[in-house]
């Protein structure tokens, strides 16, 4: 699964796992009814960039029974209401070496049930990781310890390997038990990622999108298109950006003719606001982690 991590690479994952884990908890400690999504993701970018870093992708807000892919448009007034249940996820990266982190949030008075089984279901996971291990076997794990606590695993969302400028480095994590056949391997680097669920254990995409990843240019014709799409590829490579990071450019009108444009000819991938089926409640948990021959190092403490 891994090329060779030498020392300098080691140390790129930890200094950004480590920046991660700081704007992470950042955004934590802003999460509070009437505070404006917008201003939590933008707080959490501008962190990452005082830091050191650059977003891996943008900072994901996702509330309630939107699981992931929610990362506020420049003009959104939500706000976070009481007692919603509110996903934090993360990504850093340094010399694109990356770090991804998540965690859920309760905005409501005392301690939500759903938060703390999450974070259990993660480090019974973490746990269990070690060269050798089969990677279906880390669903089962997931799987029986989220079911354990009442709750169903979401079963179309999983973990996932990183390499260098790729948040998917090719192997899914499963968060169920599934006959996956790869074993890990001392110096992979992994993302395990949890969702639990009051609902039916599956998300499906929303008509929202605000999230996107360069794929290239297939047919792209248009001139401002074409200019568009060569800013993206220079400043964001292969890695996920934001919609209302490309409004500096351009107005929001021509954004939105542009990107149709782009999506149309496939020369950019969508990232589609996921939500729950059953609109039951999501929790997420999610930490970057180092396979060592004494069992793995997490990155985003």
Known sequence: MNEKLTEEKRQDYLRAGELAGEVRE??????????????????IEDGIREGGGEPAFPANISINEKAAHYSPPEDDDAEIEEE???????????????GDTATTVYAGEGKSEMVQAINQVLENAIDFIEPGVDVGKIGEII???????????????????????????????????????????AGDVIALEPFLTDGEGEVEDMPEVYIFRY??????????????????????????????WLTKDLSRIRLQMTLREL???????????????????????????????QGCEVTTR
């Open 26 to 43: 950042k955004g934590v400690e802003m999460v509070a009814p009437g505070k404006k999504i917008l201003e939590i993701a933008e707080e």
């Open 84 to 98: 919603d249940l509110v996903k934090i996820d993360v990504g850093v990266h340094i010399n694109g070496y990356i």
């Open 143 to 185: 799987e029986k310890a989220t079911e354990e606590k009442g709750y169903s695993p979401i079963k179309n969302l999983t973990g996932h390997n990183l390499e260098r400028w790729s948040l998917h480095g090719g192997i899914s994590i499963p968060n169920v038990k599934e006959d996956v056949g790869k074993e890990l391997e």
């Open 215 to 244: 794929e290239g240019n297939k047919g792209v014709s248009g001139w401002m298109a074409l200019q568009t799409l060569r800013k993206i590829k220079d400043n964001y490579g292969k890695l996920p950006f934001a919609e209302r």
């Open 263 to 293: 999506l149309a000819s496939e020369s950019i991938h969508p990232y589609y606001v996921l939500k729950e089926v059953d609109n039951g409640q999501v929790a997420q948990a999610e930490h970057t982690m180092i396979v060592t021959e």
